[in-house]
């Protein structure tokens, strides 16, 4: 069997018991960490679980998948997935390729910033499609013509964008929001006028919510990541009226 399990979004405390368990009983467990900042510690989810747990790179997932589908044809395998297990669409893959060898399969969900965006006081069901602000070196300096049609598309439709900035894991870069806050003025995409939020360290007792205009963010020290970036449309009264507690003001 193949379980894939949410590790929330901070730390080995935001393990759900049901994953503590499924991984007590595992024969091979594993942990991928670059599709964000994680800050918790693997030796203490190995003394919570009783188990060894190797770190997966994402060509393990992306390109050798086939050992751990292989492995989970007469074992139980846990997959630890930061946030909730299939927001990223590496894991549906291979979720998708474990259900054609007829392995069972078994999800274990989590939070996710998807859902954490709540804490900022935006409705959840205003958000439209998400975006991703690469690293101008990923893309030859030449940024994705679909990241701006996207956003412009959000705003048509009344939508609030979220906007996922890139890391680089194995070198353990971050993009910050200065980072990208910069990317989408140079796209034209921002102005100094226009209004964001930043959202950083969900889930922790370190949580950081700054709305405000542009030119009275872009200089700020945002601390450690993770980050993600919101841009609102049209804010309903009680948008607003939630945000004007985390308002930044020169």
Do not use: C
Not at 73 to 90: C, E, H, S, W
Request: charged share 30%; no cysteine; proline share 3%.
């Amino acid at each position: 069997m193949l379980s894939l399990i949410g590790l929330g979004l901070w730390n080995e405390e935001d393990l759900t018991i049901r994953g503590i368990n499924r991984a007590k009983n595992a024969d091979k467990v594993y942990i991928e960490l670059y599709t964000s900042k994680w800050h918790g510690n693997i030796q203490k989810m190995e003394k919570i679980t009783g188990k060894k747990i190797r770190v997966l790179k994402r060509d393990d997932l992306e390109e050798k998948s086939d050992k751990i589908i292989g492995e989970s044809k007469n074992r139980n395998v846990v997959l630890f997935i930061l946030g909730d297990p299939l927001v990223a669409t590496t894991h549906v893959s291979l979720l998708s390729d474990a259900k054609k060898a007829k392995i069972k399969t078994e999800i274990i969900h989590n939070a996710s910033i998807y859902s954490a965006v709540g804490e900022t006081g935006l409705h959840v069901y205003k958000f439209g499609a998400t975006v991703t602000i690469p690293f101008p070196e990923k893309t030859g300096d030449k940024l994705p013509e679909s990241l701006s049609k996207t956003i412009k598309e959000n705003r048509k439709s009344g939508l609030h964008t979220l906007l996922l900035l890139d890391i680089i894991s194995e070198k353990n870069r971050y993009m910050t929001p200065n980072e990208g806050i910069k990317i989408l003025l140079e796209m034209k995409i921002l102005t100094k006028n226009t209004e964001i939020v930043v959202f950083g360290r969900a889930g922790s007792d370190k949580t950081l919510i700054l709305y405000g205009k542009v030119e009275d963010l872009i200089e700020k020290d945002f601390g450690e990541p993770p980050f993600v970036m919101i841009l609102p449309s049209e804010l309903h009264f009680t948008e607003k009226e939630y945000l004007e507690n985390f308002e930044v003001k020169k």
